[in-house]
């Protein structure tokens, strides 16, 4: 079934003929009129009003991250030429010059497509970069940056080959994950030691931006062997998760740690969650008594626990889709372990170039770890994973081939919703008298309108371009049910119409009205 259409029972209402005008079906791409039927009233829009408070930061030298403050649908950024539409409060514009100041303009925009008046603001991508963040780390950071970006050596991936692949980023490409689930296991372990000027005894720290409005990704340091086994919606023992989603930023930590009330403070941030397009950066930073969560240098979540195990194994997990940028440890210098984890659904033979195997077996929350002699050879089939230590040397395995993918905003789905006015909702029928309020949401970006029908016939056709191209909103209609027939089952349809008149996207719902 398309993910985007949402599907309803089977029935049909009768409408009361002579009280319903049935719209016209043939209007042309760029000349979609607002129309109604009888009984019907578009809920009428607020004005855009225009954004306000802009603010710029950077996190290369040749990009520059805008956000300001407003409750509009969507937004209009347009800067050296070029325009983008966004659904939330925030752009990262890449491929700039470092040295050149860049204007930028930002305009609120209705779900009819309305611009309010623009919110400037100037910025130099070298002045608002700070690159301290790197000072703290032990080595280089990874920088998903192309094809050869995922080093087997480095990292073990758990996911569907297919879904992922290379965005344009400016002048390079950044991992793209578009699929329910994607795990990165650094073959690289955190060693605590210390604490720094902060106080930090061990830190990992992520750049990545959401895809969607249900993008979640997790950072968890990973206790040994847990890192041997597949990703699972379960904490494992001794774990703690950087949980990121687009609402917002938390710690979640087995219950089972040491908890010691330390207090932490929090900075203040208009926002600590995934932007869809938007990269930031968060740390989890390991104190001897806390874990804390920073996005771009600002506490915005902690957990007042001491990690008891003194080195840990950082795994990335991104649902619902990201973009992954890059990523970097800090505490005491560890060298990367080439490692290969492989599911013994069949015999296997022991690599040559292995130092050390393991059998690594699950059981009842606890996990048992068995050597094997090298002398072995060949492992027989089991329920358990093999785990092949390789020479330093070594390039273990294979990971997906990264093929390259038009970049943007992915949008969601559109839905429908229905309610009778004193607020009674499918699955219960629906009062006979009063009116109906039909909501429609569309989350696409350049549509030129949209459509509801009430088993097969137009009732409502409104433009959604009239300043410019379509973005992002809600649409409510009130329905008069004195114009339906009682005791049966209606459908509805909602069309959004794209901007170069190619195949509406659906979604569909049906109510009864008792």
Known sequence: MDRRTLAGGLGGLALVVAAVVVLRAGDAPDTLKKETADGVEVVALQEPMKPSNARAQALDVDALQIAWNGSA??????????????????????NLS????????????????????PL?????????????????????????????????????????????????????????????????????????GVPASDGATGRAIISVAGAVESSHVR??????????????????????????????????????????GKQIDLGDAPMTGLVAGVRHRWEMRVLPEAVVALRDGVVV???????????????????GG????????????????????????????????VVAAKLVKPDAGQVTVTELPLSAGKVAAQEAQLVVIRKPESRPGTLPRLADRPGGIKTGAPRLHVMHEDGTKPPQPLPGKGRVLITAEVNAIGHRGIELELDGRRIVSLPTNEQGPGVPGRHEFWLDTTKL?????????????PADGGEPVIAETVFELG
């Open 120 to 192: 400037r603001i100037a910025a130099t991508p070298k002045d608002v970069y700070n690159g301290k963040w790197e000072d703290q780390l032990v080595g280089q950071a990874d920088r998903f940056d192309g094809p050869e970006a995922l080093d087997p050596r480095k990292w073990r991936v758990e996911a569907e080959p297919e879904c992922l692949g290379l965005r344009q980023f400016g002048q390079s490409k950044r991992i793209d994950v578009d699929c329910p689930m994607a795990a990165f296991q650094s073959n690289t372990p955190i060693r605590f």
């Open 219 to 260: 950072l968890t340091l990973l206790p040994d062997p847990w890192q041997y086994l597949k990703e699972t919606d379960a904490q494992p023992k001794g774990a703690v998760s950087l949980d990121i989603t687009t609402q917002g930023t938390r710690i979640v930590a087995d219950p089972d740690l040491p908890r010691t």
């Open 98 to 117: 470092p040295d050149t100041q860049t204007e930028v303009e930002i305009r609120a925009v209705s779900a009819t497509g309305r611009r309010s008046e």
């Open 322 to 353: 990201g973009f992954l940028d890059a990523f970097g440890v800090g505490g005491v210098p560890e060298r990367v372990v080439p490692t290969e984890v492989i599911t013994l659904d069949r015999d296997v033979d022991l690599p040559q170039d």
């Open 73 to 94: 649908s969507a937004y209009e950024v347009r800067w050296n030429g070029n325009e983008q539409l966004v659904p939330g409060p925030e752009v990262e514009l890449p």
């Open 485 to 497: 027939t009682p005791s049966a089952h209606a459908r509805l349809k909602l069309s959004v119409l």
């Open 301 to 319: 979540a902690y957990e007042p626990v001491a990690i008891r195990e003194r080195l840990v194994h950082p795994r990335i997990r991104i649902d």
